[in-house]
Nanobody, 122 residues
């Protein structure tokens, strides 16, 4: 499975961005998907995850209520709608795919896309 994330950019505090991740391969619809991010000088951290069916989701406390993860298996895409952005959301965002159930643990993910930069200015 190959993943490609896009949609990053620069916004001001309070703005919105929508990230998209496109996956290749027939197995995409069977995989749990996740978004992670890594800020300069910090470790990669979990942002959001969604089950293969879209029926289960989980969010980091820091983004709960502001970010929404969704997927369209017909298009092999998973999106991350980010609202009310804050400077601390600035990071490179990565999408990832995992066999099995959703997880907040990056080690559970088998496939990773290249990151897309999100910059939020105050």
């Amino acid at each position: 499975v190959q993943l490609q994330a896009f949609g990053g950019g620069s916004v001001q505090t309070g703005g919105s961005l929508r990230l998209s991740c496109v996956g290749s391969g027939r197995t995409f619809s069977t995989l749990a998907m996740g978004w992670f991010r890594q800020a300069p000088g910090k470790e990669r951290e979990f942002v959001a995850t969604i089950s293969w069916s879209g029926g289960s989701t989980n969010y980091a406390d820091s983004v709960k209520g502001r970010f929404t993860i969704s997927r369209d298996n017909a298009k092999n895409t998973v999106d991350l709608q980010m609202n009310s952005l804050k400077p601390e959301d600035t990071a490179v965002y990565y999408c990832a795919a995992a066999y099995g159930s959703i997880s907040t643990n990056s080690r559970r993910y088998d496939f990773w896309g290249h990151g897309t930069q999100v910059t939020v200015s105050s």
